[in-house]
């Protein structure tokens, strides 16, 4: 395990290619412990005998007419609640994410953030060991490569 720390922004673009999603522009929440993304359109179906979920994402902040679906296995339901107190039930999904130049693997729950800045928020579970955060800063590591692929 690296023990050096990553140091970022309070916010910070990064990929999730696994579910098609290049880049995306990310708060970096320390007071959320789950990390979440926008969803709309929210879809469970069965897949080979276990739970996928099927969703649209506007994936640039102010632009709800840009859509991308997605499709993702479900890890789990959790309620959750939200920055008001709000409590709802939300699909939880495990996808690799990208910072830089590294990868792992990060939880993240579906719930529609239309109304919210950032259509994702990376929580405290997902930065744990990985992630020094810097909030004086924006965008230390850079945009990720539109063309960017899993590999």
């Not at 720390?5 to 007071?31: H, N, Q, S």
Request: proline letters at 5%; glycine letters at 8%; a negative charge.
């Amino acid at each position: 395990m690296n023990n050096t720390l990553m140091t970022v922004g309070w916010r910070e673009w990064c990929a999730l290619p696994e579910i098609g999603l290049p880049r995306i522009k990310a708060k970096v929440d320390t007071g959320a412990r789950t990390s979440c993304l926008h969803a709309f359109s929210v879809e469970p179906y069965e897949k080979d005998g276990q739970q996928w979920v099927r969703f649209g994402i506007h994936p640039h902040q102010g632009d709800t007419e840009t859509e991308v679906f997605c499709d993702a296995r479900v890890f789990d339901q959790r309620m959750v609640s939200d920055s008001g107190g709000h409590t709802e039930e939300r699909y939880v999904i495990s996808t690799n994410v990208i910072l830089a130049d590294q990868q792992w693997p990060i939880e993240l729950t579906l719930t529609n953030r239309d109304t919210m800045k950032f259509r994702m928020l990376l929580g405290r579970t997902a930065m744990e060991h990985k992630i020094m955060v810097n909030p004086s800063e924006s965008y230390l590591l850079g945009k990720p490569d539109k063309t960017l692929t899993q590999g």
